[in-house]
């Protein structure tokens, strides 16, 4: 299942430039360009996928390869005059939601990756999370964030505006919450950057999250242009204004700010007790992407063995050697991806950070050889199908309580060594 899951991941994004270096420029298909330094030019970006998952693996075993995807997407900017958000065919497209080259190009950049034009990349995304395009025929064809305007004025965009250019109309809580993750992972970007009000201004609105959040429920749900939260909604039932799922879903995507969501629920406990009846009550849905973070969202609030317990449970029950053996479409290779992550014991829960939340490691012993010749060693001793709990573990000799790693844990070599049992401790929960 693991080299299987590696396999699938493999696929996309794909180099298009010819083997001399020449691809057709963005969005027009001429004129012919050449890729810079016997670079690669990559395109089929899923975005609304792979920023999750496959772009994070990328950066721990092909940082080279994810450093021309990230000039490959500023090559579009500048040969499209806008950063595409959805790239495919060589072209812009209005499919998905978010903005999540941001997420992409953050995540390397946060990590290290700084082999492209960051400062042209940071233009292009800039220009996306502040501006619209003056053509409707522009904005029709992909450029710039749907409903841009209305986010900016209401801090959320409210149901009035249903959005009709756009591959999927409507779905502006979702929209709204994505945004509101990547104009956080911009602001990191631009404090790297000493881009002191950018930062201020994206950090601001990085808290627009919580204006989608209602209080009375403790659900994400739709606002009106007045304030005013819909009324008498599911939120366990698909919605018009959620992508791809449920109110309920949704309510976790807040990867950058996880204690400000558990203060909105109400602190620890409650914000435990919400997140268990996804599992519980079985509302969690591993086969689309919007649940793919929450299974480890139990670290945050110090239930580290939760995390261990249903990140388990997925392995074994959504990934089959079998026809049909993926609960939903790979999509690009998350589903892989996520797979892949897992297995290890860790998940980078918001890509834009150093962070890898810990799980439950399934292998016995794995390393990975990294491409600056380091190497990172997963030990899980006594590791079966019955003991899939952490008792301890030893980073680099040295005891352990976090729940997390840090991306340069790995990427400067060393090893973890975790000790597996068949009932849950208390380690991990106090970090």
């Known amino acids: 299942k693991f080299y299987g899951a590696f396999y699938r991941s493999s696929f996309l994004p794909r180099t298009i430039n010819d083997v001399d270096g020449k691809y057709p420029a963005f969005s027009k298909g001429q004129p012919i360009m050449i890729t810079d330094d016997n670079r690669n030019y990559y ?44 790239p495919c065919w060589n072209s812009y497209t209005a499919a998905m939601i978010g903005d999540h080259v941001i997420s992409a190009i953050g995540d390397a950049y946060i990590k290290g990756i700084d082999d492209f034009d960051i400062e042209k990349g940071y233009e292009g995304m800039r220009k996306n999370a502040f501006e619209t395009p003056s053509s409707i025929e522009d904005y029709k064809s992909g450029m710039g964030r749907r409903a841009l305007d209305s986010y900016i004025k209401y801090g959320y965009i409210p149901l009035e505006d249903s959005i009709p250019d756009a591959f999927h109309d409507n779905e502006q809580v979702s929209r ?31 808290l ?68 268990d009846s996804m599992f519980t009550e079985g509302l969690y849905w591993h086969g689309n992407e919007p649940c793919h973070q929450i299974p480890f969202m139990f670290n945050y609030a110090g239930a ?57 490691p399934i292998f016995k012993k794995a390393v990975l050889n990294l491409e600056n010749n380091n190497k990172f060693t997963i030990i899980a001793k006594n590791s079966t199908p019955e003991n899939i709990y952490i008792q301890s573990a030893k980073l680099n000799g040295e005891v352990y309580t976090k729940n997390y790693l840090l991306h340069s844990d790995i990427i400067n070599g060393g090893e973890i060594e975790f000790v597996m049992g068949p009932s849950p401790s208390e380690w991990g929960s106090h970090h």
Not at 61 to 85: C, F, N, R, T
Not at 181 to 205: G, H, M, P, T, W
């Open 208 to 275: 627009n999250y919580r204006n989608v959040i209602d209080s009375i429920t403790g659900y994400a749900q739709g606002r009106y242009a007045n304030g005013e939260f819909i009324k008498n909604n599911d939120p366990f039932n698909f919605a018009s204004f959620i992508t791809e799922g449920t109110p309920a879903h949704y309510t976790w995507y807040v990867p950058h700010d996880v204690e400000g969501l558990i203060h909105l629920m109400g602190g620890k406990s409650k914000y435990l007790a919400k997140l």
């Open 304 to 360: 580290p063995w939760r995390t261990q317990e249903e990140v388990r449970h997925i392995i074994n029950t959504e990934y089959l050697n079998a026809p049909g053996g993926l609960s939903g479409n790979d999509d690009a290779g998350q589903m892989s991806a996520w797979y892949i992550f897992a297995s290890l014991g860790f998940y980078p829960v918001c890509p834009g950070t150093p962070y890898y939340m810990i799980a439950s």
């Open 43 to 86: 395109d089929d970006f899923s975005m609304w996928d792979t920023y999750r998952a496959l772009h994070p693996l990328l950066n721990i075993h092909s940082p080279s390869k994810s450093a021309d995807m990230m000039q490959s997407l500023v090559k579009k900017y500048e040969q499209g005059e806008w950063m595409p958000i959805f």
């Open 176 to 206: 709204t919450l994505e945004y509101a993750y990547d104009d956080f992972v911009l602001s990191q970007i631009a404090k790297k950057l000493d881009k002191d009000e950018d930062y201020l201004v994206l950090s601001e609105r990085a």
